[in-house]
């Protein structure tokens, strides 16, 4: 895959940066307590923060993140230096490798990239999907939930739900008691189906709850019920494991992608048998990186689609084909959209992107501050933080 030829269309400008400003946020409670197979995400939606990056003509980007971008990213930018974007990128890329190329501080890396494209974009007066060059203002997307602690009954009203809002995907969690009540999760399968007929496409997520053994199993007694594909059954990097999955005769198309941070793991999927390759984008370490996921999909003829915070994503869902989705994760995306004044319209198996400038949604700062999920603000100057530097080394 050429580095040239598959990426977003940026001129190699250079950037300089002058402020940051974090938005701390206490936890924000999901809207009912939520649980799949490895007891993930609890009672709060995994999200820390809010950063807005200011370059020195003023122009802002802005993003959901992690301390890790206060800790580990800002002290590297905001030292008053002028670099072209792609040398941002490598001066970071390498000054954080011994963290892991799998680390949450590659991850770090990843929302900065989105920040540079953000400020390309706004200093274009474009939206940030236009910028990076969609044709069209809306993605396709599919629709998940179903926690596994939800009551059987729960479980069927929502998928019904998903698809008379027009979701020709539907999925949900199986992996009930850590992997070991199959016959509950077959039970609910079959409920589904039955409840929204054969041609809706349910697909199922076992978040990597399974063995190699368990999930060939499991794959038996799903079968029947046509399942769309079958999400991580085992561990995302046994790639032994999901090379066996397919020799031994799993029969279902197999996802994956969640746990990885860069392109080169997806080669390694595609390579070991994975049928749908599933990265999540705001936890990549590069945003070009799904281009070249996408690319390798087609090449290899591979379903694809895309995971993460759907409002903020749409940007990128924007540049894929119709058959190309982006995963709605109603759990977590509807307290997102709550602390939201503008967003994306979900409509007929469909994001609609707001016309604004950079990226698709504003944070709702008055309603995060009225409703206590604002823990504080900080401000982070580059001349500050050089002194303090100048500080430090001084030491």
């Not at 009551?151 to 850590?178: C, H, P, Q």
């Not at 709550?338 to 504003?362: A, C, H, M, Q, W």
Request: hydrophobic fraction near 40%; charged fraction near 25%.
């Amino acid at each position: 895959m050429d580095e040239v030829t598959i990426g977003f269309p940026i001129e190699d400008q250079e950037l300089s940066f002058s402020k940051a400003v974090f938005y701390n946020f206490n936890p924000i409670p999901v809207k009912k307590p939520w649980r799949d197979a490895t007891g993930g995400f609890g009672s709060y939606i995994p999200l820390q923060g809010w950063i807005q990056l200011f370059d020195n003509d003023g122009f802002c980007g802005e993003t959901f993140c992690s301390m890790g971008m206060v800790e580990n990213i800002l002290p590297l930018v905001l030292t008053g230096e002028k670099k072209k974007v792609s040398d941002w990128y490598q001066y970071l890329y390498w000054k954080l490798r011994n963290f892991g190329f799998q680390s949450g501080q590659i991850a770090d890396l990843g929302q900065f990239d989105f920040l540079m494209l953000d400020i390309l974009a706004r200093k274009h007066s474009l939206p940030l999907h236009r910028y990076l060059g969609a044709k069209k203002d809306w993605c396709s997307i599919y629709k998940g939930g179903g926690s596994l602690l939800s009551s059987d009954a729960d479980l069927v009203t929502d998928m019904e739900r998903y698809v008379k809002e027009g979701n020709k995907i539907i999925k949900f969690k199986v992996g009930s008691d850590w992997g070991q009540n199959m016959k509950r999760d077959v039970l609910r399968m079959a409920k589904v189906r039955d409840a929204v007929g054969p041609d809706v496409h349910i697909a199922i997520d076992a978040n990597q709850v399974f063995s190699v053994d368990e999930a060939l199993r499991f794959a038996d007694l799903i079968r029947p019920y046509n399942p769309a594909w079958y999400e991580e059954p085992c561990h995302s990097h046994d790639m032994n494991g999901i090379k066996e999955l397919k020799e031994r005769g799993v029969g279902l198309k197999l996802g994956y992608g969640e746990s990885m941070r860069n392109a080169y793991a997806f080669e390694t999927y595609a390579e070991k048998g994975v049928d749908h390759l599933m990265p999540l984008v705001g936890r990549m370490c590069k945003m070009s990186d799904l281009l070249k996921i996408r690319a390798l999909c087609k090449e290899r003829k591979l379903l694809f689609s895309a995971g993460g915070t759907s409002w903020l994503n749409a940007a990128f869902g924007a540049l894929f084909d119709e058959d190309e989705y982006l995963e709605n994760h109603e759990p977590m995306t509807d307290p997102i959209g709550d602390i939201l004044s503008v967003k994306s319209e979900e409509k007929n198996g469909r994001f609609y992107l707001p016309d604004i400038i950079g990226t698709p949604i504003r944070i709702n700062f008055e309603k995060i501050e009225k409703n206590h999920i604002l823990d504080g603000v900080k401000c982070y100057y580059a001349e500050r933080m050089k002194a303090s530097f100048a500080v430090r080394a001084a030491y």
